[in-house]
């Protein structure tokens, strides 16, 4: 009896020895030669073990969702409450993990308060330059690249966003931006990053000729951030296109918040059916593919999901869309997606 004990249990060890050692080799983030990584929500990384275990096993670099958004991080224009996204930061070190910081300047992501400020201009670009610094020096030698703009331009690319910090500062603020977050923190990797190239010619053209003119007026500019909420119906060639395109800059490439939208019409009654499935895992191996082959390697920064798991997902909580757009389910588990992905990273 004691010997069949004692052989189970090695049969059990040795089954969770090689078990152990397989899913490091079946893991995503190291198959693929650059960092994987995924935004988080501070909460959630506190209150649910899952998503804290699945965060820290499957990606190596890790972006705030909303927590160093000036709305949260700097609520007031005499307070800054650094408390959610130290929490991030802290739980990105202690595993090893780099750190991305979204974002310092976006018209979206600005507090009350700045919004109506109710000061001159020069001392709105001041309270502006004030933020980026203060929270750039916080995080100096922790987080590694900043998104120090995001979303610069219009909607359809054709114009520099009209917005409370082009109407204060004037079109050039985002060079403005860049030199001050250069002055706090001459080491970090700062990056413009944008949405919608994937679908519009013009944006695609418009980010990539801002890249070029930064360059050439030395603006230190380090990388472009490419959102890529896709969805399934978005052209395979424009997405492959944006890559290539913004790759000629010779900047760092990140991919940036990636989701692969299977509702992208919102239509109240979808249902995840396996031809959606299946469509949506060849937009995801597409993508990992076109980063691969487009964007040289020392250029690829990294793939970054936008959130863990399908529950988690901006697009059910702030547009209440049925969506599941990401690698894994609602219970955390990997999708099939995330083994052909897989698959395909392996064969390389
Ligand atoms: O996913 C984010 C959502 O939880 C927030 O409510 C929203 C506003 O702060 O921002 C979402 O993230 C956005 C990101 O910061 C910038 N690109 C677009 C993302 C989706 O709106």
Same mark, same amino acid.
């Given at each position: 009896?004691?010997?069949?004990?004692?052989?189970?249990?090695?049969?059990?060890?040795?089954?969770?020895?090689?078990?152990?050692?397989?899913?490091?080799?079946?893991?995503?983030?190291?198959?693929?030669?650059?960092?994987?990584?995924? &935004?988080?929500?501070?909460?959630?990384?506190?209150?649910?073990?899952?998503?804290?275990?699945?965060?820290?096993?499957?990606?190596?670099?890790?972006?705030?969702?909303?927590?160093?958004?000036?709305?949260?991080?700097?609520?007031?224009?005499? #307070?800054?409450?650094? &408390?959610?996204?130290?929490?991030?930061?802290?739980?990105?070190?202690?595993?090893?993990? #780099?750190?991305?910081?979204?974002?310092?300047?976006?018209?979206?992501?600005?507090?009350?308060?700045?919004?109506?400020?109710?000061?001159?201009?020069?001392?709105?670009?001041?309270?502006?330059?004030?933020?980026?610094?203060?929270?750039?020096?916080?995080?100096?030698?922790?987080?590694?690249?900043?998104?120090?703009?995001?979303?610069?331009?219009?909607?359809?690319?054709?114009?520099?966003?009209?917005?409370?910090?082009?109407? #204060?500062?004037?079109?050039?603020?985002?060079?403005?931006?860049?030199?001050?977050?250069?002055?706090?923190?001459?080491?970090?990797?700062?990056?413009?990053?944008?949405?919608?190239?994937?679908? &519009?010619?013009?944006?695609?053209?418009?980010?990539?000729?801002?890249?070029?003119?930064?360059?050439?007026?030395?603006?230190?500019?380090?990388?472009?951030?490419?959102?890529?909420?896709?969805?399934?119906?978005?052209?395979?060639?424009?997405?492959?296109?944006?890559?290539?395109?913004?790759?000629?800059?010779?900047?760092?490439?990140?991919?940036?918040?990636?989701?692969?939208?299977?509702?992208?019409?919102?239509?109240?009654?979808?249902?995840?059916?396996? &031809?959606?499935?299946?469509?949506?895992?060849?937009?995801?191996?597409?993508?990992?593919?076109?980063?691969?082959?487009?964007?040289?390697?020392?250029?690829?920064?990294?793939?970054?999901?936008?959130?863990?798991?399908?529950?988690?997902?901006?697009?059910?909580?702030?547009?209440?869309?049925?969506?599941?757009?990401?690698?894994?389910?609602?219970?955390?588990?990997?999708?099939?997606?995330?083994?052909?992905?897989?698959?395909?990273?392996?064969?390389?």
């Amino acid at each position: 009896m004691n010997k069949l004990i004692r052989i189970s249990l090695l049969v059990f060890i040795f089954t969770l020895l090689t078990y152990a050692q397989k899913s490091e080799t079946d893991l995503l983030r190291n198959q693929v030669k650059f960092p994987l990584g995924a &935004s988080v929500n501070a909460d959630m990384l506190l209150i649910n073990k899952l998503y804290h275990y699945v965060a820290n096993k499957e990606f190596n670099s890790i972006t705030a969702e909303n927590h160093m958004k000036m709305y949260r991080i700097h609520p007031e224009q005499n #307070r800054y409450d650094f &408390s959610k996204a130290d929490s991030i930061v802290d739980f990105a070190l202690k595993n090893g993990k #780099r750190i991305h910081g979204h974002t310092l300047v976006w018209f979206d992501g600005t507090a009350e308060w700045l919004k109506n400020f109710k000061g001159t201009d020069m001392e709105f670009s001041n309270e502006v330059k004030k933020h980026i610094q203060t929270v750039m020096k916080h995080y100096k030698g922790k987080v590694t690249s900043w998104d120090v703009v995001n979303e610069y331009l219009s909607q359809n690319g054709d114009s520099v966003r009209d917005c409370i910090f082009s109407r #204060r500062m004037g079109k050039e603020y985002m060079a403005q931006c860049f030199l001050w977050a250069h002055e706090a923190d001459p080491k970090a990797i700062l990056i413009y990053n944008e949405y919608g190239m994937e679908w &519009s010619e013009k944006k695609l053209q418009a980010m990539k000729s801002i890249a070029f003119d930064f360059l050439k007026r030395k603006i230190p500019i380090h990388g472009l951030g490419v959102q890529f909420h896709v969805k399934t119906f978005d052209k395979e060639e424009q997405i492959v296109r944006t890559l290539t395109e913004l790759s000629k800059t010779g900047l760092k490439i990140h991919i940036s918040e990636l989701d692969v939208m299977v509702n992208g019409h919102n239509q109240p009654n979808a249902v995840y059916t396996d &031809s959606l499935k299946q469509l949506q895992t060849e937009k995801f191996m597409l993508i990992f593919n076109a980063y691969r082959k487009q964007v040289p390697a020392k250029q690829q920064y990294g793939i970054t999901f936008w959130n863990i798991a399908d529950n988690d997902t901006w697009l059910r909580k702030v547009y209440k869309i049925n969506e599941w757009p990401l690698l894994f389910d609602d219970n955390y588990i990997r999708k099939p997606a995330y083994y052909k992905v897989l698959e395909k990273v392996k064969s390389y």
